[in-house]
């Protein structure tokens, strides 16, 4: 199992656009990536789904688990998604 641990670079979290852009970008991939809180009292949810996605309530600066079960295509998915997180999705232009 692959896994990434990231914080949160977005000063709102991840609602509304955040989560928007981090979603459609899970969904361009062809593995199956989940979400979970670090310290794992909210999630796994699929991280394609943008309500499950919002649902988890994660802040700015919150460090949260990616996974896939994918090896070989969850490594490269998941450093994207990564670094797309880590980013501040509010302020920089996507």
């Given at each position: ?64 688990v ?13 450093d ?15």
């Open positions: 199992m692959a896994e990434r641990r990231v914080k949160i670079g977005s000063s709102v979290g991840l609602h509304a656009r955040p989560a928007k852009l981090f979603c459609t970008a899970a969904q361009q991939r062809s593995v199956k990536i989940q979400i979970a809180t670090a310290d794992g009292t909210r999630g796994p949810v699929d991280a394609a789904s943008i309500l499950s996605v919002m649902g988890l309530g994660v802040q700015s600066g919150e460090e949260v990616l996974t896939s079960t994918d090896d070989a295509d969850g490594e490269s998915a998941l994207a998604l990564a670094e797309l997180l880590a980013q501040d999705l509010d302020a920089t232009p996507v």
